[in-house]
């Protein structure tokens, strides 16, 4: 089993900033792509930003210059530095990680439990 668990969400008013983080822990062999992703009431679950395990990044049209994805192989964590905040940024943001188990060639995706980040005056 490989866990992931988020925090850094909360309330922020328009033009401010958030930095979210996530943990992977359990049976980690090796974890490829890190990503954030973000869901709103009925509509489906959006990528916001990946990056591979060598750092190279991608992000949704809608957070480019404004968001900043990053990791830390050797704490198996990742960050997603939010700037310049708008309230359309409103959801509940998951974290994902792609990899091996340790000691096989078995792969695992794992998700977050979510956390909350409103953009609100």
């Known amino acids: 089993q490989v866990q992931l668990v988020e925090s850094g969400g909360g309330l922020v008013q328009p033009g401010g900033s958030l930095r979210l983080s996530c943990a992977a822990s359990g049976s980690i062999g090796s974890i490829n792509n890190m990503g954030w992703y973000r869901q709103t009431p009925g509509k489906q679950r959006e990528l916001v930003a990946t990056?591979?395990?060598?750092?190279?990044?991608d992000y949704t049209d809608s957070v480019k210059g404004r968001f900043t994805i990053s990791r830390d192989n050797a704490k198996n964590t990742v960050y997603l530095q939010m700037n310049s905040l708008k309230p359309e940024d409103t959801a509940v943001y998951y974290c994902?990680?792609?990899?091996?188990?340790?000691?096989?060639?078995?792969?695992?995706?794992?998700w977050g439990q979510g956390t909350q980040v409103t953009v609100s005056s």
């Open positions: 994902n990680a792609d990899g091996n188990y340790r000691g096989t060639w078995a792969r695992f995706s794992s």
């Open positions: 990056v591979t395990k060598r750092g190279s990044t």
